[in-house]
DNA sequence: GTGGTCTAGACCACA
DNA sequence: GTGGTCTAGACCACG
């Protein structure tokens, strides 16, 4: 797998690492189990630093989308969250309302953003079973 | 008006001003042409320093959502994006890819993102001309 | 690159640095990608301090001349505008204005201001493609 | 006469009148002689505060646009500079370069800078001896 | 009174 | 090392 970094983005490098790797799970391009190349590969394909790499894994890491053995590399987990459901829930509303109200500020209406998060869903993969029970508690 | 900040939080303080600031607007609680309070009476609501509320009316004030006039006071702006049509949509368009992509990752469903988007679009004043009304969701 | 500052001037430090910059670039003598000072540098080389500095990035960030980027430094960004048409066109013709005007009350003559124009047009390194080239003056 | 004041303007609401004297002598809208309306109706006019209005009377003063005599009013001043011819013209070509300059990053070619210009100029009432040397010194 | 600018110095996040 | 944020306190310009 290759990670497109732009240096002139206004994010930095290693949360761009770590977006490119939930979009590839979230619309099937890595799945459960898949390997990511080492450290050392990553850093040379993109040209950035190792630690940086680095940085984007532990992230990874922490969000459960990753899981680091010793000596064997990273993996794609199984998807799991360790949140609660309320706590979920309002991480979920939180980023509605943010997004919601920069659209609004950007011009848009109710149906603008509709219709950008209806093409945003088109791409991902979700699960068969279409239910928000399935995470973890 | 009065400004909930938590020094905690992992977003800066500046941050946390503008959000609700621009969230007060999208909701009707503020209006074009209504005054903030005064630099110095937010920094005491608040408890922060002055040059932190500074930043955040700076920050509003490139977005347009206020404007600064010196000796007078902070006022919120009449909505108008000099924006490009091209330019507002890549932003919009950007944010939606990432709330569903953590949205999938927080293991919610294609309806729960739905949900959630229009429990937040419910809370927004749109403006009364209903601009683009596509087929949407 | 050395600035030049001038704390008894009428316009701010900051903008100081901003104009400096903004005419580098006009000028071809910073290009895309080009890495400025740290902000610490220019301080120093300015004898100013290192927030004014910070002021002057934002500012130059804001009008889409540079990019900040965390722990790698500041570039030249591409030229991009994301403007309207209209709205740069406004901005265009008041500052044209402006000049007009004060150039009347310090006794010039429309040859003389389209002579000082000229000059000014010649130090400046405009893009290869001469857009809309309008039948003028 | 009467001023125009925009509350949401980003320039200060004196410098909003000086600019619209000036704009008004240029055009020939006021000539040499012609007396402005006194400090108190001017202020009761705009609805602004008349302390404004006496501070844009000083900065015409100190550009010699006009002359304040006591007890009778302010007129407009025959058109004089108490600047050298080389000051004079270092005023103009730094407006001209910061112009030109500011043009440059919106995006226009020397060609629409010309043309504004030119359109700007075409509203000025030039004195029928377009010389650069009627100013004195 | 309002906001605008500048200084000095601290601590944190990113590469 | 880089920039990002925050505090504290000063002085100036505008209404």
Wanted: proline share 5%; charged share 25%; aromatic share 6%.
């Amino acid at each position: 797998m290759l990670f497109r970094i732009d240096p002139l983005a206004s994010n930095p490098v290693f949360e761009q690492i770590v977006f490119q790797v939930k979009t590839a799970v979230a619309r099937g391009v890595l799945r459960a189990g898949d390997k990511l190349p080492s450290v050392r590969d990553i850093a040379k394909d993109a040209a950035i630093n190792p630690n940086t790499v680095v940085r984007a894994l532990e992230a990874l890491e922490r969000d459960r989308v990753i899981v680091r053995r010793q000596g064997a590399g990273c993996f794609i987990a199984p998807q799991s969250s360790d949140l609660t459901v309320k706590a979920r829930r309002a991480q979920l509303d939180a980023m509605a309302v943010r997004m919601v109200t920069e659209a609004f500020h950007l011009g848009f209406s109710a149906a603008d953003v509709r219709s950008s998060i209806g093409d945003a869903l088109d791409q991902i993969r979700f699960p068969s079973s279409p239910s928000s029970k399935r995470a973890s508690s």
